[in-house]
């Protein structure tokens, strides 16, 4: 199974990476193909609404003079898409937001393409503000019929300068839980694949 974790920060090596990461470790150390990408700081633009999308149907956003669709296509090739944030105003940063849109829209276009995927958020913040961000990548995920596993806290981690998160066990627990259950989950949705093999489509 395939799992890919997005990061929304243009820091590297900063908090958000780093509970990234730790999400992905016990992904790995289940046979999971993971793969850690970083859209902060990138040229990437908001969704344009030109509804292009949904007369192509071929799983691409019209928008070709940003590396946007290098995104889109391993997010839809993935069982587990992990979304991670820092906290900017108490909202995602830009480049999540433009992801958020156009990954929804295009999802939206060619029939669902993100039904039945597994969503998680997660989100570094210096102090307030988290829970909001946690809110608008869940929202996306929630609204795609995607499934959105919790874990033993908000997936959330606290702090300000690189490497400050980790002096926070509990998120750092939390970020293994997450990753264990994820595992978990995409194990038991591949068991039961046969039986039901897609989850229903909303109707028109």
Known sequence: MRAIA????????????IMLKKVLQPLDE????????????????????????????????????DGMNDYLE?????DAVILGSPTYFADVSAEMKALLDRCGMVSFANDGALRGKIGAAVVASRRGGATHVFDT????????????????????????????VLNDDEAMRNMNHL???????????ASCTEQFPTPPVAAP
């Open 179 to 189: 990753g264990k259950t994820i595992a978990w989950l995409g194990k038991a949705i």
């Open 137 to 164: 990548i869940n929202h996306m995920f929630l609204m795609s019929s995607m499934i959105v596993p919790g874990s033993i806290y908000w997936n959330m981690g606290m702090g300000l300068e690189k490497a400050d």
């Open 6 to 17: 997005i990061n929304g920060s243009p820091r590297s090596g900063g908090n958000t990476e």
């Open 74 to 78: 391993k997010i839809y090739a993935a």
């Open 30 to 65: 289940a046979g999971w193909h993971t793969e850690y990408l970083k859209i902060g700081s990138q040229p990437v633009r908001g969704c344009m609404a030109c509804f292009k999308c949904f007369e192509l149907k071929n799983m691409t956003c019209v928008g070709q003079k």
